[in-house]
């Protein structure tokens, strides 16, 4: 089901508008012959259940003050957060065609720049030192929104994230929930023969945040423990999501390369067929 | 000069709510006061500077004021990227305050040198680099620090230094100050507590009967300079005085302002070299690094025979 708007079709679930945030981040990538689409397409599910079903924003008004915060610290996957934000009406849909492309808005890293998002990033391990502040000044006075960060697993090879996990679990702040798109991809080769987390969700709870596990893919799941959140009164909460990389399109998932190609036009139309692009 | 910015921010925080106050787990003997008098709004953030960083701008993105403190190299070069991405990219109010500028922690070795910070901290986009001379100036700075809106560092002395002003100056952003109202055809330029130095230097060169301006830079970056180039109006030699490295600190900022002014005038820089392998009290490898009052008097001595 869609609602019409001024010509634009937006999706009024999460299943479809995760489907249409991958439909445009590949056109987006295409277009602009940049990379990380299989980042982008890892994430859509979560970013799709997020902003239909959890997150408390308003396209209206972007710096309502009582809204919640979302950081995405993956920043390179930059194509996926802006498709959600036009798809919710943070900005107009026309702009994501100008996505990496000269003098834009949109560049090819997270840009704060943009309507909705909160937090330039693109160096990773940056996202959640920042979620915790942003917790820690509503903590201390009593407000109550939450603030949810989406890392990636490779991510978590930085030390900047382990002391932020520290301090939020010290600080007690409940009201930040991270989100590990945990693809088992990196940059250059599997997680696990890069630079081991495993066991990944125990470290997290060595780190005394209360870790629940799911399918990253699993809207039901997904929208069900993201609005369980704080899982544990008194302590951080880390959803462990495991994803496919590259996943919706058949030769794009767990494809290392996929972190950098873009489509040529023949699998930018194979992509978007299985995908179940209308037009 | 650490009492004074701690004394000012106390008295900051009491009419400004948004003030806060992290530290990188030091400040034994300095912030207890503020700690005690406001509980909520102090963090000990623990030997974690990245962090610390990441979390000072979230604060401030939630509209705190926010400062970070620690010493020498480790508010700073230890969360670089932290302060540019996150701090100056956001323009975010984050205030960072280093303790042991240049050679304060002398004996402490090589970790323990700031040399390098003034340099690497004005190339970020957006910030504010002060280094007070005496706590006259670190009180006013402190409150500039607060009014001014985006990113600010201030690196301090720690104790002690010698007072500069005997009241408090008047600072503006980005102003010079003319400690000595001469029109001697040297001036001497340096910031922070070395300015002492440059300052007992221009005496020694009054009682062999040679007059000498004494500029106290208090910003390194912005520079007023226009009011910088009206003190040294009649001057035809500058001699700057550093407590740096030579590469892009307050010689290399002047050497800017010089160049683009085009004037006719001498510029010699005294600096500290890129290694100093052996340790020593401030104030004895000021001596064996030709940056105490002695030396400093003599190179412009020198210079001035010469020229
Ligand atoms: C600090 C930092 N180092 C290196 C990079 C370059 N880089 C971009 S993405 C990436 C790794 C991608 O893997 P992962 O973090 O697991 O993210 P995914 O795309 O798989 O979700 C790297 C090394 C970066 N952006 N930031």
Redesign the interface.
């Known amino acids: 089901m869609t609602i019409k708007l001024s010509e634009i079709e937006y999706p009024s679930n999460s299943l479809d508008l995760a489907q249409q945030i991958r439909i445009h981040a590949i056109k987006m990538v295409a277009q602009s012959n940049s990379s990380h689409i299989g980042s982008s397409l890892s994430m859509a599910d979560i970013l799709a259940v997020l902003y239909m079903d959890v997150l408390r924003v308003d396209p209206k008004q972007p710096d309502w003050p009582e809204r919640d915060r979302f950081i995405l610290s993956k920043g390179h996957a930059a194509a996926g957060l802006y498709a959600v934000l036009a798809l919710r009406g943070f900005f107009p849909m026309a702009l994501l065609k100008r996505f990496c492309q000269e003098g834009s808005l949109l560049l090819g890293h997270v840009s704060?720049h943009v309507p909705g998002v909160?937090?330039?990033?693109?160096?990773l391990?940056?996202g959640?030192?920042?979620?915790?502040?942003?917790?820690?000044?509503?903590k201390?006075e009593e407000k109550s929104h939450r603030v949810f960060v989406v890392l990636s697993d490779g991510e978590c090879d930085e030390?900047?994230n382990w002391?932020?996990a520290?301090?939020a679990a010290?600080?007690k702040l409940d009201n930040l929930v991270a989100i590990v798109d945990a693809n088992e991809l990196q940059g250059f080769g599997r997680v696990d023969e890069v630079l081991k987390l495993a066991p990944l969700a125990e470290k997290w709870r060595a780190f005394r945040w209360a870790v629940r596990e799911v399918d990253g893919h699993d809207h039901q799941a997904l929208k069900t423990l993201l609005n369980q959140a704080p899982f544990e009164p008194d302590h951080p909460s880390l959803v462990l999501a495991h994803t496919i990389k590259g996943k919706g399109v058949s030769f794009m998932e767990d494809q290392l390369a996929w972190h950098y190609k873009s489509p040529n036009p023949e699998q930018l139309s194979q992509a978007l067929k299985q995908l179940g692009e209308k037009r | 000069m650490r009492n004074a910015f701690c004394n000012v921010l106390i008295e900051m925080a009491r009419q400004d709510e948004r003030v806060w106050l992290l530290t990188g787990d030091l400040g034994f003997s300095v912030l207890e006061p503020f700690a005690k008098e406001f509980p909520?709004?102090f963090?000990n953030?623990?030997v974690?500077e990245?962090?610390?960083?990441?979390?000072?701008?979230?604060?401030?993105?939630?509209?705190?004021i926010?400062f970070t403190y620690s010493i020498a190299n480790f508010p700073t070069i230890r969360c670089l990227?932290?302060i540019r991405?996150?701090v100056c990219?956001?323009k975010a109010n984050v205030k960072i305050v280093a303790v042991g500028g240049g050679l304060c922690y002398g004996t402490a070795g090589f970790s323990h040198h700031a040399t390098e910070d003034l340099a690497i901290m004005r190339a970020l986009p957006g910030m504010v680099v002060a280094a007070p001379s005496d706590a006259l100036e670190a009180a006013q700075i402190t409150r500039l620090a607060i009014t001014t809106p985006g990113p600010f560092y201030m690196v301090l002395g720690k104790n002690n230094e010698p007072t500069v002003h005997a009241n408090p100056p008047m600072l503006n952003l980005g102003e010079p100050l003319c400690l000595n109202k001469n029109l001697g055809e040297i001036a001497l330029v340096s910031t922070g507590t070395l300015v002492s130095e440059v300052l007992r230097a221009a005496e020694m060169l009054k009682s062999s009967g040679i007059e000498a301006r004494v500029l106290s830079m208090p910003f390194i970056k912005p520079i007023d300079c226009e009011k910088f180039l009206q003190f040294l109006d009649g001057c035809r030699l500058v001699l700057v005085v550093e407590e740096h490295t030579a590469f892009g600190g307050l010689g290399s900022a002047i050497a800017e302002i010089l160049a683009e002014a085009s004037l006719d005038i001498k510029f010699v820089r005294i600096h500290l070299p890129e290694f100093i392998n052996f340790i020593g009290s401030q104030k004895e490898l000021r001596k064996m690094l030709g940056l105490d009052a002695h030396s400093i008097a003599n190179r412009a001595m020198t210079l001035l025979t010469k020229n």
């Not at chain 1, 909160?118 to 160096?123: A, I, P, Q, R």
């Open positions: 704060h909160e937090l330039s990033t693109g160096s391990g940056h959640l030192p920042v979620g915790c502040g942003m917790v820690l000044a509503d201390r030390g900047s002391e932020a520290l301090f010290h600080h | 909520s709004r963090v953030a623990g974690a990245q962090n610390m960083t990441g979390v000072a701008t979230g604060l401030s993105l939630s509209g705190k926010v990227e932290q991405n996150d990219y956001h």
